[in-house]
């Protein structure tokens, strides 16, 4: 099976990407292959290159990749837990990471973890580099891993969902303090996430994810307003806007994602798609230009479809 299949793309030193998309559309294994994460059995990048900085990460000695990881490139999940080892203290897990990518002293690493632990908001930051990640909040845990994640000061944050498992107030506020220290450092951040009203409000450029491939992308003015992609227009359709009633929807995306073992021949969308032509069936579209500069859809007929246009304003997730 092919999780992802022929995603390429390419990011701006400090833009704030969006990726969007249904649950299995290969958001995170896109993320984990940059990271290089994916790993027989469980998996394996089969093909493609890439690139960072000039440099392939795939053709990469793992030693280097490991100073890529968490140096140059962090990330940062949905569960801390899972990220956060239960039997060393904070301070000796945030020391670690910065001695490993840092040519400093213990001494300056706990001062700098200190530092970073205060630029995420925890208070007495010093007293509680010793305390262990259980003695933190579910909220405190993920400003740790923000922490970690920019304690040095990598130039690509790969943020996949991080604030799903919290409640919506901590969500809001640790996702604002994420993207205003990684304005700050002029960090590049790829944000992973459900929340479409997150993406309007912080996201420069979008990419929309549909069965293992990259079926829209844009700059988020563009792409809101004017979605090329059907599959783009009901995902969009399906966030409530604030004006107005809680419960209207425009429209949705109709069925389900299709299994990836056996994909649908032609446009994968084509089973969901209300605009589905003999030609999506006949033939997988590549992603093309579409009408505006910034915008590629995958879409045989991205340019003839006129999708209504969305404002933006006011709207949040779904
Ligand atoms: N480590 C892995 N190696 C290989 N395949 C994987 C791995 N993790 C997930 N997959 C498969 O890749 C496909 C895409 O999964 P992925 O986790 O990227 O979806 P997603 O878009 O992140 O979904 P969600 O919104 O639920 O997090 C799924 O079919 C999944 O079973
Ligand atoms: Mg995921």
Redesign the pocket.
């Known amino acids: ?1 092919r ?2 299949d022929g995603v390429s793309f390419d990011m701006m030193a400090g833009e704030r990407r969006g990726v969007v ?10 993320a ?1 292959s940059i990271m290089r ?2 790993e027989p059995p ?2 394996e990048i089969v093909t493609g290159t890439i690139e960072f900085q000039g440099q392939n990460l795939l053709a990469l000695p793992e030693d280097d990749m490991q100073d890529v990881r968490g140096g140059r490139i962090a990330m940062i999940f949905q569960d801390p837990m899972t990220s956060l080892n239960p039997v060393y203290t904070v301070g000796d897990q945030l020391i670690e990471t910065i001695m490993l990518h840092q040519h400093v002293s213990k001494h300056d690493a706990r001062r700098i973890a200190a530092d970073a632990l205060g630029d995420v908001q925890i208070p007495e930051p010093m007293a509680r580099l010793d305390d262990y990640p259980h003695q933190f909040s579910g909220g405190m845990r993920q400003r740790v891993m923000i922490a970690m994640g920019l304690s040095c000061n990598p130039d690509l944050l790969i943020a ?2 991080p604030t799903t498992a919290l409640d919506v107030t901590t969500q809001a506020q640790i996702m604002d303090l994420m993207l205003k220290l990684a304005e700050d450092r002029g960090t590049a951040v790829m944000l ?1 996430t ?1 929340d479409l009203g997150v993406v309007a409000g912080f996201c420069d450029t979008i990419q929309v ?1 549909y069965a ?1 491939g990259i079926v829209e992308y844009g700059n988020a003015t563009d792409l809101f307003g004017n979605p090329q992609h059907p599959y783009t227009w009901g995902l969009l359709g399906s966030m409530t806007r604030l004006d107005e009633s809680h419960t209207e929807r425009l429209h949705s995306v109709r069925g389900a994602p299709p299994s ?1 073992i056996n994909p649908p021949l032609g446009c994968r969308f084509n089973p969901r798609c209300d605009f589905v032509q003999d030609i999506c069936h006949d033939s997988y579209p590549a992603l093309r230009e579409s009408g505006r500069e910034s915008q590629i859809a995958a879409c045989h007929l991205a340019t003839e479809l006129d999708l209504n246009t969305i404002d933006v304003t006011g709207v949040v997730g779904s």
Request: aromatic content about 0%; overall charge negative.
């Open positions: 099976m999780a992802v998309g249904e649950s299995g559309s290969g958001k995170s294994v896109t984990m994460l994916i469980a998996g996949d969902e992973i459900h994810m293992g990836l």
